[in-house]
């Protein structure tokens, strides 16, 4: 799989959600790198990075409606529900996957959140660029 190179298009003109975007960029590489089709080295490396992945990435959505919030952006509740969907999908995944349920496709993994963030950089979180830049004037 391709890695994802950050763009500076990709920039919502903020230094702190930029920096956010690009570790999660940076993880979402580091787990490219770990998809080698091995399934116990795959299993064991989901089992090691699951749970702060997600923290981290819950806690970046919640830096970004925090802002939206405060600056009353118009499209808050549309943003904050493409938010909570991606969220719901990934823990709904992830169970699945710590009960055995779901077999661990890491690749697949990867490659379903990489298409969901370089569509939503762009999409929505561009569009809230002049909310997020009102959030962080003095
Ligand atoms: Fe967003």
Redesign the pocket.
Known sequence: MDYIVWLPEYSVGVAEIDYQHKELLNFMNYAINHCTGNKREEMKFFNKTVDSAIENLTNH?ST?EKIMEKTNYPKYNE?KK??DKITEELIVMIEGIKNGTVELELAEVISFLKNWILN??PQ??KE?KEYFLKGYEK
């Open positions: 959505f970004e943003h493409e938010h939503h950089i929505y979180d809230a």
